[in-house]
């Protein structure tokens, strides 16, 4: 299944709305639920390809440390691409900005894929 063939509207506002709400109110859960078994999460600022329960512990921590409490927040769907990545920046409080790549299998709808980037 390509890209153009799912609504934009099942992706907004299954995984991308609760990516945004998950990031303004901490809440992990939201995240979770749209995470796949086998999801890969890389990131610069880790030492090691995480898991599934390594990320949600990641994220976890994070939102306990309210690192992301009134940030600006940013999703963009790429859409030139038919591999499916959502972008997501987010700017914190001190400035510094977090990109994501996303991917999800978009017959499960499922997030099989993050990469996180700090500049």
Do not use: W
């Not at 990031?23 to 796949?36: C, D, F, G, V």
């Not at 990131?43 to 090691?48: A, T, V």
């Not at 940013?74 to 977090?98: A, F, W």
Request: hydrophobic fraction near 40%.
């Amino acid at each position: 299944m390509l890209l153009q063939d799912i609504p934009m509207t099942v992706l907004k506002n299954d995984i991308l709305q609760d990516f945004a709400i998950a990031y303004r109110t901490s809440n992990i859960e939201l995240i979770a639920k749209h995470l796949a078994d086998e999801i890969r999460y890389d990131s610069q600022l880790c030492f090691g390809t995480l898991n599934r329960d390594g990320y949600i512990d990641l994220m976890s921590r994070r939102f306990a440390s309210k690192l992301f409490e009134k940030d600006e927040l940013t999703v963009i769907h790429d859409p030139y691409r038919y591999t499916n990545p959502i972008l997501m920046l987010v700017r914190n409080k001190s400035k510094k900005r977090y990109f994501y790549r996303i991917e999800a299998d978009l017959d499960s709808r499922k997030v099989t894929a993050i990469d996180e980037c700090l500049f």
